[in-house]
């Protein structure tokens, strides 16, 4: 069945040092989104890749889409410590060509921490 | 923009006690509805959903059921509570031509 893949499962980081999530699927993705959990709170969407090879920026949060659409990264330069939180990856598989209808699957998520 | 609410915020029940949960959306019409659960830092674990009233499927197979009686009300309950039923549950809506998911507050739901 569909699978998506997230890695790591955990990183520590030290304020300042670069942050990189990978997302693999085992089949192509209509698209592949991208959410923030807070600890203690809800996932908050941030972005959305649609295109092959799509790269796309967030000050300092840099997505991309792989060629194959089946695996993406979240890279984030010189993390602070508001960036602490579990970073999801969610790959989208729909019912047709523009359909919004289909289901998201969810990596199993990256828990970032930053210490000062 | 679409709004997220679920009611209550955190719940402890008793093992064999029923469940309900309620998710309520605004800012969209005929959204797919979502209902999610995460154990304690975990991933989501997709349990049901809704692309119209009274269309439910199921992803999982236990003890829990949804229900959709209006367009933007969603329902998650259960007739007798596990121990392996304490989590956090999210409600999710995806609506209009948008593909991304808006997600409630949650509720931490702990059985005892």
């Known amino acids: 069945g569909q699978q998506v893949m997230q890695i790591p499962q955990y990183q520590h980081v030290q304020e300042g040092e670069d942050f990189t999530t990978y997302c693999n699927s085992s089949?192509?993705?209509?698209?592949i989104q991208w959410y923030k959990q807070r600890p203690g709170g809800h996932p908050v969407f941030l972005i959305q890749l649609v295109k092959s090879g799509e790269v796309k920026k967030q000050k300092r949060l840099t997505f991309q889409f792989g060629e194959a659409k089946k695996n993406s990264s979240l890279h984030i330069t010189a993390t602070q410590t508001t960036d602490v939180g579990t970073y999801f990856c969610a790959g989208f598989r729909g019912g047709g060509r523009g359909s919004t209808l289909g289901r998201l699957y969810f990596g199993r998520g990256t828990q970032l921490t930053v210490w000062p | 923009s679409q709004t997220i609410h679920q009611w209550p915020a955190t719940l402890v029940q008793p093992v064999g006690s029923p469940l309900s949960l309620e998710c309520t959306v605004e800012?969209?019409?005929?959204?797919?509805l979502y209902w999610y659960r995460q154990a304690a830092g975990r991933g989501l674990q997709l349990l049901f959903y809704?692309?119209?009233?009274?269309?439910i499927s199921s992803e999982v197979p236990q003890n829990l059921s949804a229900s959709r009686p209006q367009d933007r009300q969603f329902i998650l309950s259960s007739k007798k509570l596990l121990l392996s039923d304490s989590g956090f549950y999210l409600c999710?809506?995806?609506?209009?031509?948008?593909?991304?998911?808006?997600f409630g507050p949650g509720t931490r739901l702990t059985v005892t």
């Open positions: 089949t192509t993705l209509s698209n």
């Open positions: 809704s692309v119209g009233i009274g269309q």
């Open positions: 800012g969209t019409s005929n959204p797919n």
């Open positions: 999710a809506s995806q609506g209009g031509s948008k593909y991304e998911q808006y």
